[in-house]
Nanobody, 124 residues
Framework: QVQLQESGPGLVKPSQTLSLTCTVS??????????WGWIRQSPGKRLEWMGR???????AYYPTLKSRTSISRDTLKNQFTLQLSSVTPEDTAVYYC????????????????WGQGTQVTVSG
């Protein structure tokens, strides 16, 4: 069973860069046709797909976040990382890492394995 676990600071100051890591166990981030995504949910809002990295290391981002978002990976550690720059209080949310497979999609609802989520608050 694939398991994902987010880690990173819970509090980030405005204008700083938010950095989160997702550690994957029970499966490899290089398994063919797997897509490893970052998704967030702000209070009172829908799940928002932020971007993903594929089993080959290709990345894609939600258009309105593209200029501030970077996703990378460490295949030796079986981890992938989110960096979101120039954060504002509107970036306060629960951040999830998740896995999709077979088809490349941007709908957060279709991801089948999820981390438990980590609360990130932008304040300072």
């Amino acid at each position: 069973q694939v398991q994902l676990q987010e880690s990173g600071p819970g509090l980030v100051k405005p204008s700083q860069t938010l950095s989160l890591t997702c550690t994957v166990s029970g499966g490899s981030i290089t398994t063919d046709y797997t897509y490893w995504g970052w998704i967030r949910q702000s209070p009172g809002k829908r799940l928002e797909w932020m971007g993903r990295i594929t089993w080959r290391g290709d990345t894609a981002y939600y258009p309105t976040l593209k200029s501030r978002t970077s996703i990378s990976r460490d295949t030796l550690k079986n981890q992938f990382t989110l960096q979101l720059s120039s954060v504002t209080p509107e970036d306060t949310a629960v951040y999830y890492c998740a896995r999709d497979s077979d088809v490349d999609r941007t709908d957060a609802a279709v991801y089948d394995y999820w981390g438990q989520g980590t609360q990130v608050t932008v304040s300072g």
